[in-house]
């Protein structure tokens, strides 16, 4: 199994239009982007995506993905679901599994888009190529969100999904012990209402004892990347972790 980091920016993405921050005039002089947030993992041939995120056509045609088996939505904000009001052109059976609330919230912004809708409760067990998913409530106010749980051979890989600190005790508790957690942390620092910040994510994976962290959903507050790098263990775009190396400790 592959874990691939489509788009690891907030719902802007870095470089931000207009600004001319030191994080956005670097990402525009050194090439690096932060593209909208989206996960991809492979398995089996089969591709099944985390969020569909609204630069979801150059993700897919950049990494030469030519078929999508099975979507998850974390939630209904746009930087989440977007790409699928065009990708249904390109490829109109694509089931998306959701909360009920999520499917309802997307409904009410896109009822053009003929998606397949699967709807799955929280703390549901449900299989797609063979890997057990299972979606857990995060606290994002005001809308309902998830994270995500992957099982897959003893192994549980964690993403939180967007979220502020407050994550109730219940999806703490299986987030517990997982070999790699995605987190999603808006800032280095600060206080937001619906994100954490780097500093919340490290001291929360520590309390979860997960094995390895990988910072997603960053925005242009971070330094630019190549700084970033070395204080917080930011995910890429297009980074790919591949579950036997990372149980080999190669990651
Ligand atoms: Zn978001
Ligand atoms: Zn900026
Ligand atoms: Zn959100």
Sequence with gaps: MKIVFLGTGDSTGTPVINCHCRTCDDA??????RKRFSILIKHRGKNVLVDTSPDLRRQLLDLKIERIDAVLWTHAHFDHFGGIAEFYRVQDDVEVFSAPEVHESVEIFGNFIPYKKREVSENENFKIADIEFELLRVHHPPVDAFGVLIRFEDVKIAISGDTNSE???????EFEDSELFIVNA???TGKFKKHM?????????????????KISHASHLYP??????????LAEDYEEICLDSMLEGQI
Excluded: G, H, Q
């Design 224 to 233: 630019p990347k190549d700084e970033a790098k070395k204080i917080y263990p």
């Design 197 to 213: 910040n780097a500093l919340d994510a490290l001291r929360i994976s520590k309390r979860l004892r997960v094995k390895n962290l």
């Design 28 to 33: 525009r002089t050194k090439n690096w982007e």
């Design 167 to 173: 994550i109730p005790e219940k999806t703490v508790k």
């Design 186 to 188: 808006l800032a280095p």
